[in-house]
Nanobody, 115 residues
Framework: QVQLVESGGGLVQAGESLRLSCAAS????????MGWYRQAPGKQRELVAS???????DYRDSAKSRFTISRDNAKNTVYLQMNSLKPEDTAVYYC?????????WGKGTRVTVSS
């Protein structure tokens, strides 16, 4: 009954920016934690950034100083602003959310960064 839908992925050149969005819909009372994960070809899925309902954030080292996660609780939406993109950032980016102690995943949006 809950669905997460990502958007904003695409093909960009190194140094450019993208803004990803993830909107949650369905039977939602409150979203505790929302986050962005990514999975590159031949790699395991990894956490990029997360944000609590109160606004506390965590970033993986490679994302610090380049990426910013934010959320709009009224819209049940989480964003990931990605600046200074590198080819190493190429991956499918997945939205994740904890809603009433249940975990949900989006289907992903692809980000490709060319040299």
């Amino acid at each position: 009954q809950v669905q997460l839908v990502e958007s904003g992925g695409g093909l960009v050149q190194a140094g450019e920016s993208l803004r990803l969005s993830c909107a949650a819909s369905g039977s939602i009372f409150s979203i505790n934690v929302m986050g962005w994960y990514r999975q590159a070809p031949g790699k395991q899925r990894e956490l990029v950034a997360s944000i609590t309902r109160g606004g506390s954030t965590d970033y993986r080292d490679s994302a610090k100083s380049r990426f910013t996660i934010s959320r709009d609780n009224a819209k049940n939406t989480v964003y990931l602003q990605m600046n200074s993109l590198k080819p190493e950032d190429t991956a499918v980016y997945y939205c994740n959310a904890w809603i009433y102690n249940m975990n949900y995943w989006g289907k992903g949006t692809r980000v490709t960064v060319s040299s």
